[in-house]
C-alpha cells in the first residue's frame, strides 16, 4: 500500500528567506502523480504544485519548486523568497495511476510559519 | 463563480441523528471525491464517484452513503452519527486521474 511520510510536524522561516518542506513516499508502481497541496487557516485546499514521476524535470510554479528524486522516493518543496501568505499547512500526496482512480494518499502536513 | 461548493459549511447536531451534506461542481469534471479531514488535520478518502460511478468506497461504516443523482453532483449522507464522526468533509473534483483536484470549502461536522 502506498504511504506518505512529512517528517517535519511543524516549521518556521522568515520573511523573504527560503525553506524546504520534506515528504518521502512508498509505493510499488512505476507510474504516479505527486502533489503539494496548501491549507492557509482559512481551511481552502489549494493545489501548489504537481509532479509526474516519469518526468525527470522538477517542476517549478513562480517562487515553489520541487526537488524529486524517485529512486529515494523522495519529494521536497522549496519555497523561495518566503511570504506572509504562504504561513499554511502544507500536505504532499501521491496518485497512483493503477485502477485509475484519482486516489490521493496524504502525508500528516507540515504547518509553516512565515515571521515578518 | 464558485468551481466546488459544498453546504452547509458548519453542521452541529446530536448523536444519533441523521444528516446530509451536499456537493455540487461547475467544472464539467467526471469525477468527484469525498475526503474527511479529523481533529489531527489528517486527509483520508472516503469515496470516489466517476460519472454516477462508486469507483472508491474506503473502509468507511456503512452508516456513511455517498449519493450521485448526477456527475455534477455528490452527497453524502450520515445515519445514526457518533462522536467520532466529528471531523471536516471535503467533497473535490477532478477531470481525470493525475490532475489538479479542486476542493469545496469543506464541512465542519461537529457531533454532541
Known amino acids: 500500500a502506498q504511504t506518505v511520510t512529512q517528517s517535519q510536524p511543524e516549521m518556521s522561516v522568515q520573511e523573504a528567506e527560503t525553506v524546504t518542506l520534506s515528504c518521502t513516499y512508498d509505493?510499488?508502481?512505476?507510474?504516479?502523480?505527486l502533489f503539494w497541496y496548501k491549507q492557509p487557516p482559512s481551511r481552502q485546499m489549494i493545489l501548489v504544485i504537481r509532479q509526474e514521476a516519469y518526468k525527470q524535470q522538477n517542476a517549478m510554479e513562480n517562487r515553489f519548486s520541487v526537488n524529486f528524486q524517485k529512486a529515494a522516493k523522495s519529494f521536497s518543496l522549496k519555497i523561495s523568497d518566503s511570504q506572509l501568505g504562504d504561513t499554511a499547512m502544507y500536505f504532499c500526496?501521491?496518485?497512483?495511476?493503477?485502477?485509475?482512480?484519482?486516489?490521493?494518499?496524504f502525508g500528516q502536513g507540515t504547518t509553516l510559519q512565515v515571521k515578518p | 463563480d464558485t468551481a466546488v461548493s459544498q453546504t452547509p459549511k458548519y453542521l452541529v447536531t446530536q448523536m444519533g441523528n441523521d444528516k446530509s451534506i451536499k456537493c455540487e461542481q461547475n467544472l464539467g469534471h467526471d469525477t468527484m471525491y469525498w475526503y474527511k479531514q479529523d481533529s489531527k488535520k489528517f486527509l483520508k478518502i472516503m469515496f470516489s464517484y466517476n460519472n454516477k460511478e462508486l469507483i472508491i468506497n474506503e473502509t468507511v461504516p456503512n452508516r456513511f452513503s455517498p449519493k450521485s443523482p448526477d456527475k455534477a453532483h455528490l452527497n453524502l449522507h450520515i445515519n445514526s452519527l457518533e462522536l467520532g464522526d466529528s471531523a471536516v468533509y471535503f467533497c473535490?473534483?477532478?477531470?481525470?486521474?493525475?490532475?489538479?483536484?479542486?476542493f469545496g470549502p469543506g464541512t465542519r461536522l461537529t457531533v454532541l
Open positions: 500526496a501521491h496518485e497512483g495511476v493503477s485502477g485509475n482512480t484519482g486516489k490521493l494518499i
Open positions: 473535490a473534483s477532478s477531470q481525470v486521474w493525475g490532475n489538479e483536484q479542486f
Open positions: 509505493t510499488s508502481e512505476n507510474n504516479y502523480y
